[in-house]
T-cell receptor, first 112, second 109 residues
Framework: EAGVTQFPSHSVIEKGQTVTLRCDPISGHDNLYWYRRVMGKEIKFLLHFVKESKQDESGMPNNRFLAERTGGTYSTLKVQPAELEDSGVYFC??????????FGPGTRLTVL | GQSLEQPSEVTAVEGAIVQINCTYQTSGFYGLSWYQQHDGGAPTFLSYNALDGLEETGRFSSFLSRSDSYGYLLLQELQMKDSASYFCAVSSWDYKLSFGAGTTVTVRA
């Protein structure tokens, strides 16, 4: 069974540009989470989807971040316009509703 | 909000036992999870404690005391491949995770 995949693995963009990150969860997992780790600090929650609905987006930093999960399958996280402080590793995780979350390898975003 | 504290680094030799403590202050606590991360890769689930007591899974065990807001991860018979970062994380009702800063475990020969 394929695990959680994320694309791209790395992205380097300039301040003010737009970047879209993609996450493909494990098939059948209704729950999808986005997390971010900035500058070696703790991994922080961004938002949680249940199927295509946003269950909790309390961790989204500001309105420059937009997440979608069309059809309840893959999810995208768009940052527009990107700022320097957005640099970090963005992780996606999926789960079937139990206590274990399966993380993807992350997207390393660098904003110059 | 959530606040978790765990040691930043631990070093031990192969075959030794390491205990990583985690204390937390939180609202809406449902359980304490532990994740392992190698070289900044995908965090991997190790264990989850919702009730007080010890959970054992092979060489790894995890303990929780809800009254003390405290838990630990115990790594036994350390192997070189156990060198990694270990994160404790508090779960809310919808399994949203709030992570500690992580403990880097270095295993020496």
């Amino acid at each position: 069974e394929a695990g959680v995949t994320q694309f791209p693995s790395h992205s380097v963009i300039e301040k003010g540009q737009t970047v879209t990150l993609r996450c493909d969860p494990i098939s059948g997992h209704d729950n999808l989470y986005w997390y971010r780790r900035v500058m070696g600090k703790e991994i922080k929650f961004l938002l949680h989807f249940v199927k295509e609905s946003k269950q909790d987006e309390s961790g989204m930093p500001n309105n420059r971040f937009l997440a979608e999960r069309t059809g309840g399958t893959y999810s995208t996280l768009k940052v527009q316009p990107a700022e320097l402080e957005d640099s970090g590793v963005y992780f996606c995780a999926s789960g079937a509703g139990g206590d274990e979350q399966f993380f993807g390898p992350g997207t390393r975003l660098t904003v110059l | 909000g959530q606040s978790l504290e765990q040691p930043s680094e631990v070093t031990a030799v192969e075959g030794a036992i390491v205990q990583i403590n985690c204390t937390y202050q939180t609202s809406g606590f449902y359980g304490l999870s532990w994740y392992q991360q190698h070289d900044g890769g995908a965090p991997t689930f190790l264990s989850y404690n919702a009730l007080d007591g010890l959970e054992e899974t092979g060489r790894f065990s995890s303990f929780l005391s809800r009254s003390d807001s405290y838990g630990y991860l115990l790594l036994q018979e350390l192997q070189m491949k156990d060198s990694a970062s270990y994160f404790c994380a508090v779960s809310s009702w919808d399994y949203k995770l709030s992570f500690g800063a992580g403990t880097t475990v270095t295993v020496r020969a």
